[in-house]
């Protein structure tokens, strides 16, 4: 007799599914496929965005020589030596372009070095192979805002400490500089160098 009751309970149950309306089924199923698709079109745009935040790394390159505008300049990774000298006004009349292969790729920390004719360069290419450090002793303001944690106000103070003492003895001299702790220092003491 359960048997009986159970057969007809399950039979009663199919055939209420079945003879009800497919309303609410459509509705739980058109409902996340609209969702689905409503988003789906960002989700290239967000892939986009972040590819082009990992294509914008930031580098910084020191100009000098015969160019309207010597300095440091900030360039997005995978630039060419001649938008570096773009960025510094360009070449002087005196200036040798034949020596220097402008389409070569720049990097982080490379000084790049215009020849006027008859100078010698410093290297062919008229790019300088340095270690990257700047020297507390002829760095500019600009060059020392490249380091990390130094502002305008610190790179002032630095130069101001410079002016003042005739210069840095050793690289440990900036912490006696205002602004300039523990903490700074040694997040810019292998980027520096004393001459």
Not at 21 to 43: G, K, S, V
Not at 125 to 140: C, H, K, P, Y
Request: charge should be negative; glycine fraction near 12%; charged fraction near 25%.
């Amino acid at each position: 007799m359960t048997k009986k009751i159970i057969f007809f309970m399950m039979a009663a149950l199919l055939l209420a599914g079945g003879c009800g309306t497919n309303e609410p089924d459509n509705i739980l199923l058109e409902e996340p496929a609209q969702e689905f698709l409503d988003r789906a079109p960002d989700l290239p745009e967000e892939d986009q965005e972040q590819s082009e935040g990992q294509e914008s790394r930031t580098i910084y390159v020191q100009v000098s020589g015969s160019v309207a505008e010597p300095g440091v300049y900030e360039l997005a990774e995978g630039s060419r030596i001649f938008q570096a000298v773009e960025l510094a006004g360009g070449v002087l009349e005196d200036a040798d372009p034949g020596r220097i292969n402008q389409a070569e790729v720049v990097q982080d920390g490379q000084m790049i070095y215009i020849p006027a004719y008859g100078e010698e360069g410093p290297s062919p290419g008229g790019v300088q192979q340095e270690d990257g450090r700047i020297n507390l002793n002829t760095a500019t303001e600009a060059e020392l805002m490249t380091l990390p944690g130094i502002g305008a106000s610190r790179a002032g103070s630095i130069l101001g400490f410079r002016e003042a003492n005739g210069g840095f003895s050793q690289v440990e001299d900036l912490m006696k500089v205002e602004g300039i702790k523990d903490g700074v220092f040694s997040k810019i003491k292998d980027s520096v160098k004393v001459d």
